[in-house]
């Protein structure tokens, strides 16, 4: 059994091989709002969220939580248990974000005492966690996720590329931010759509973004969320790398796939990266 991509049911493969609907006919906007409510359902928000739907992979919707909630400069909390949190970390970092990396042991999720203490170290724009990371298995518990972020005065932003669908996920009741995924996992349909909701405080926050978000919205529809990754000109190419913190008992025993070598010696709790 794999994470994705997964077999497609013959109602969705028939409905596949029918013509196309036009892209302004009632019968598509009648299909695309049921989706947005159906997506409302399975993410389990509340009626001010905000489902999108995208043409694109998970990685673009990874790309597009970073260039609508982080602006360059903001600190970012990512919470890495495998390669999906890694390249989240590499996106906001690339995007001009000051990231800071918790890294548990390989195939470990982190204690929520240690969530706590690095957001004391904040303030943090936005906590980032991948639900379940497909490279290690490990699953995180969102709702103290949640709960820590909201106390701290961060987002709460979690792929769900591997999750969604598949694993429970309270996006109201929890009070999660932002929770995306891809087409291809466990909704059980072919690759190609970003599918994401965002929460009232996501909308708020990326209202409220700098001048960069304000330019990009005059190119959409005015005051409605844009969508499209930005970059930066004047972003510089290459930004030093970001701080992590680890936990891994013995020094440079864990993480071997990760980019750089982990410091020599560690400060407790953890380990700094320079
Ligand atoms: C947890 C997780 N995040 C992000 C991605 C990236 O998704 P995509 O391959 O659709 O870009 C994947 C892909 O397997 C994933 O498992």
Redesign the pocket.
């Known amino acids: 059994m794999i994470?994705?991509p997964v077999e497609i049911s013959p109602t969705v493969l028939a409905a596949t091989s029918v013509p196309p609907p036009g892209h302004t006919s009632t019968r598509l906007i009648e299909a695309f709002g049921g989706s947005i409510e159906r997506m409302r359902q399975v993410w389990q928000a509340d009626a001010a969220s905000q489902p999108f739907l995208l043409a694109g992979?998970?990685?673009?919707?990874?790309e597009v939580a970073a260039a609508n909630l982080v602006e360059p400069g903001d600190r970012a909390l990512v919470i890495n248990t495998?390669f999906?949190s890694e390249?989240?970390a590499e996106i906001l970092h690339r995007a001009g974000a000051s990231v800071t990396e918790l890294a548990p042991p390989l195939g470990e999720a982190p204690g929520t005492d240690q969530v706590r203490e690095i957001l004391r170290d904040g303030p943090f724009k936005a906590l980032f966690a991948?639900?379940?990371?497909?490279?290690t298995g490990v699953r995180i518990d969102p709702e103290p996720l949640c709960r820590l972020a909201r106390e701290a005065g961060a987002l709460a932003v979690f792929?769900?590329?591997?999750?969604a669908a598949g694993e429970r996920f309270e996006m109201a009741a929890w009070g999660a931010d932002l929770y995306f995924t891809?087409s291809?996992?466990a909704l059980g349909l072919p690759?190609g759509l970003?599918l994401m909701v965002a929460g009232e405080r996501a909308l708020a926050a990326r209202a409220a973004g700098g001048p960069r978000r304000r330019r990009s919205t005059s190119t959409g529809t005015p005051g409605s969320p844009s969508i499209a990754p930005t970059r930066s000109a004047s972003r510089p190419t290459s930004p030093p790398p970001p701080p992590r913190w680890s936990w891994p008992s013995k020094p440079g025993s864990a993480r071997s796939w990760r980019r750089g070598s982990p410091p020599a010696s560690p400060p407790m709790p953890g380990r700094r990266r320079p």
């Open positions: 994470p994705g992979s998970g990685t673009l919707a990874m495998g999906f390249r989240m991948t639900h379940v990371d497909t490279s792929d769900g590329v591997c999750a891809g291809q996992k690759p970003a």
